[in-house]
C-alpha cells in the first residue's frame, strides 16, 4: 500500500514523469473523450501496470508502442505488459470515454463536477482518476501538457501557461503546458463562460511582484472590486515566506457558490460567496494564496503531513490581519487555543488518520504549532527559517522529519523538543508567553 491515508489509490512501482492529456468534452451532455499519454519509468521488475481512473471506460491501450490487454475495476486500471525491468522506461497510451462525475467517498464529492453551466474540478486527495488515468499519489509529481477541445462561447483555464488556442467550426481547443512539476490532486480544469482580466492594485498600494489575473462571469463587477487586495496580501507573503514559486497566479471564480474554496497550481477557485468585504471572506483569500507555496511549490510526501500545507495557509490567514491592524496573529492564537482547548483533543497532528486529514482542528492546531515556534525563535529568525524552508525544498515533497531538520539548521538549535508535544501528542500543549517588545520582522 502506498499511502494507508488513501487505500487502493496510487502504485508504488511506477513513476511518471510526463502527462500529455488531449481533452474533447460537450458540455451539454456531459460526454468526455481522452486521450492520455504518460511517459515515466517502472520502479520494480514487473509485467502489469496499474493505474488510478475512475467512472470511464477505456477504449484502447499500449505501451512503449504496443497493445496490451486490460482490465478496469473499480477505480483500478491493469495493464498486462512484457516483462519489464526495474528502472525501464515506458510510455502508456490510453484513449478513454465517459461522462465524468465526481467520486464520492470520506472527503465528500471530489473530482470533476458538472455545474449548471461549466465544469469545476476539485481534485483533493484523490479526484484526479475521475478525468485522467494517473498514479493519483502526491508524492509523484509531474509536468503536464493538457488540451482542452469544447464551445467556444467557454474559457477553458488549467494549469501552467495557456500556449496555444485555435478555434474551428464552433469549438476552441486550448493547450495549457506546466514545466512546473504538480501533484495529480493539483492538475484541474476549470470551464465556463469567464472574462478575465490582470487586476491592477488599488490606490497607493505597490503592485504585486507577479502577475494577478481573474476569471470571473457573473460575479465579475464584485471579483474586479474586491481580489485587488491580492496586490498587499502577495508582497506580504513573498516578504515573510521567500520568493513566489511560480510566474503568475490566478483566481477563477465560478457563478455557483462553492461550500469552500480550492487550490491548485498556480491559480485558486472561489465561489460569489467568497467575496464579501468580512473577515471570513478576506482570510480565505489569503489561505488559498498561500496554499502556492505550501501544498503546490512544497507538497507533502505521504497525506499524513498534511499539517504543512493547512497549519501554514491557516497562519497565512494570522499574518494578514496581523499586517491589516486586525487582530495579531498571537490574539489569533490565544483564541483558538482556548477553542481547541474545550474541544475534543483525540488528534495526531503529524499522523490525524485519513478521515480526519482535513479536519479543522489539524488547521489551527498546525498553525499553533508555528506560532510557537515563531514565540520561541523570534520573528527574525523564524521567518528566516520558513524562506529558507520554501528554498530549499522548491517544487520538491516534504516530510515533517524535513521540516524539523531544516529549521532545526537554519536557527541553529534543535527544534524538535519544542514542536514534539504539539505534533505527536493529543493533549494541547501551553503557548509560549509572547515576547515583550514584539520582535519585528
Known amino acids: ?42 520502479l520494480t521488475e514487473t509485467s502489469t501496470i496499474v493505474l488510478d481512473l475512475t467512472g470511464m471506460r ?9 497493445k496490451v490487454r486490460y482490465s478496469l475495476r473499480g477505480k483500478k486500471l491493469r495493464l498486462s505488459t512484457e ?3 526495474k528502472n525501464q522506461p515506458v510510455r502508456i497510451d490510453i484513449a478513454y470515454e465517459g461522462n465524468p462525475q465526481p467520486a464520492i467517498g470520506t472527503w465528500g464529492d471530489i473530482g470533476w463536477e458538472e455545474l449548471e453551466d461549466g465544469v469545476l474540478v476539485a481534485g483533493q486527495p484523490v479526484g484526479a482518476s475521475t478525468w485522467f488515468p494517473c498514479n493519483d499519489h502526491p508524492s ?20 501552467g501557461d495557456l500556449v496555444e488556442k485555435v478555434r474551428k467550426a464552433g469549438r476552441t481547443a486550448w ?24 487586476l491592477p492594485a488599488p490606490p497607493g498600494v505597490a503592485p504585486s511582484p507577479v502577475p494577478l489575473t481573474v476569471f470571473a462571469g457573473e ?42 474554496p480550492l487550490e491548485s497550481q498556480p491559480l485558486s477557485v472561489l465561489g460569489p460567496n467568497h467575496l464579501g ?45 496581523e499586517e491589516t491592524g486586525l487582530m495579531s496573529a498571537d490574539e489569533w492564537a490565544r483564541t483558538w487555543h482556548r477553542a481547541l482547548s474545550a474541544s475534543p483533543q ?51 515533497n516534504v516530510t515533517t522529519r524535513d521540516f524539523i531538520d531544516s529549521v532545526s539548521r537554519t536557527s541553529g538549535r534543535d527544534i524538535a523538543e519544542v514542536v514534539r508535544p504539539w505534533l505527536t501528542e493529543t493533549a494541547l500543549p501551553p503557548l509560549p508567553l509572547p515576547q515583550l517588545p514584539h520582535e519585528q520582522v
Not at 175 to 198: C, D, H, K, N, W
Open 58 to 66: 477505456v477504449t484502447k491501450a499500449s505501451v512503449n508502442g504496443r
Open 175 to 198: 493547450t495549457f503546458q506546466s514545466t512546473t512539476p504538480l501533484a495529480t490532486y493539483l492538475a484541474t480544469v476549470q470551464i465556463g463562460r469567464y472574462r478575465s482580466a490582470e
Open 277 to 321: 468585504p468580512e473577515w471570513e471572506a478576506e482570510r480565505l483569500v489569503a489561505h488559498e494564496m498561500a496554499h502556492q507555496w505550501f501544498g503546490n511549490s512544497l507538497t507533502p510526501g505521504s497525506w499524513s503531513d498534511i499539517w504543512l500545507n493547512e497549519g501554514f495557509a491557516c497562519y497565512a490567514e494570522w499574518l494578514w490581519s
Open 346 to 396: 483525540d488528534i495526531v497532528l503529524a499522523d490525524p488518520g485519513g478521515p480526519d486529514m482535513f479536519d479543522d482542528r489539524v488547521y489551527k492546531r498546525g498553525a499553533l504549532t508555528l506560532h510557537a515556534l515563531r514565540l520561541t525563535l523570534g520573528d527574525d529568525v523564524f521567518f528566516a527559517c520558513v524562506r529558507e524552508w520554501t528554498t530549499r525544498h522548491r517544487h520538491g
Open 83 to 85: 516483462a519489464l525491468g
Open 219 to 260: 460575479a465579475w463587477h464584485t471579483a474586479v472590486a474586491r481580489l485587488p487586495v491580492q496586490h498587499a496580501m502577495m508582497t506580504l507573503f513573498v516578504d515573510r515566506f521567500g520568493p513566489y514559486p511560480f510566474d503568475r497566479y490566478d483566481v477563477v471564480v465560478t457563478n455557483e457558490e462553492l461550500e469552500i
Open 140 to 159: 509523484n509529481k509531474a509536468k503536464f501538457r493538457i488540451r482542452v477541445l469544447t464551445e467556444s462561447e467557454y474559457t477553458v483555464v488549467s494549469n
Open 1 to 42: 500500500m502506498l499511502d494507508p491515508y488513501t487505500p487502493g489509490v496510487g502504485s508504488a512501482d511506477l513513476l511518471i514523469d510526463h502527462y500529455d492529456i488531449d481533452l474533447d468534452y460537450r458540455i451539454g451532455p456531459n460526454r468526455l473523450a481522452g486521450k492520455a499519454r504518460l511517459t515515466g519509468r517502472v
